[in-house]
């Protein structure tokens, strides 16, 4: 069975360019987390859903960042404009409802905004 | 504020030696205790964990130990091997919190000299 699946592994750009990045978690799992690890800052739970609807956003840096999820099998985070400072790598990570501590991470998408 | 305390940030040991590396937490409320493993260049894999009520978990090489009352766990890496060099995390979550959210914390690197 395929892991987490993010897209793209990295991604370069400009400051102030608008970033998309994308996650297609396990086939099954009800639930969604999007983190962002930096060394400063360490893991850093950003956004998680639950059957598609957020549930805590409270971690979400501020308004620049958006994250949907318009079906169970896509979700996507979305950075506008995005900052030097917003240069981290970003998990997607996917549990079940029986098992839900148990978080299955994707790869993650390396950003490097310049 | 972290929720959990983590400690070293980082380890060296030789081959064959044993490995430990400490956490700690305030939150009375958690009851579920998981290690993660990362490798560079990877998402965190999900390596033991484990509940409240029993107060060490062995799987192969690898112990969690429990301490309820002093609030902290630490993983025991038995015959440490260059092979488990990583990024190693702890953390906690509590049944009651919404969607089973970790709190991670900041990590111990880990490097096994052969």
């Known amino acids: 069975d395929a892991g987490v699946i993010q897209s793209p592994r990295h991604e370069v750009t400009e400051m102030g360019q608008e970033v998309t990045l994308r996650c297609k978690p396990i086939s099954g799992h009800d639930y969604l987390f999007w983190y962002r690890q930096t060394m400063m800052r360490g893991l850093e739970l950003l956004i998680y859903?639950?059957?598609?609807?957020?549930?805590?956003d409270s971690g979400m840096p501020e308004d620049r960042f958006s994250a949907k999820m318009p079906n169970a099998s896509f979700s996507t985070l979305k950075i506008q404009p995005s900052e030097p400072r917003d240069s981290a790598v970003y998990f997607c990570?996917?549990?079940?409802?029986?098992?839900?501590?148990?978080?299955?991470f994707g790869p993650g998408t390396r950003l490097t905004v310049t | 504020q972290q929720q959990v305390k983590q400690s070293p940030q980082s380890l060296i040991v030789q081959k064959g030696g044993i490995s430990i590396i400490n956490c700690a937490y305030e939150n009375t409320a958690f009851d579920y205790f998981p290690w993660y493993q990362q490798f560079p260049g990877k998402g965190p894999a999900l390596l033991i964990a484990i509940r409240p009520d029993v107060s060490e978990k062995k799987e192969g090489r690898f112990t969690i130990s429990f301490n309820k009352s002093a609030k902290q766990f630490s993983l025991h890496i038995m015959d440490s091997q260059p092979g488990d060099s990583a990024t190693y995390f702890c953390a906690a979550s509590t049944r009651l919190s919404r969607g089973g959210r970790l709190y991670f914390g900041r990590g111990t690197q880990l490097t096994v000299w052969p």
């Open positions: 990570a996917s549990s079940p409802r029986d098992r839900v501590n148990e978080q299955y």
């Open positions: 859903f639950n059957n598609n609807v957020p549930i805590d």
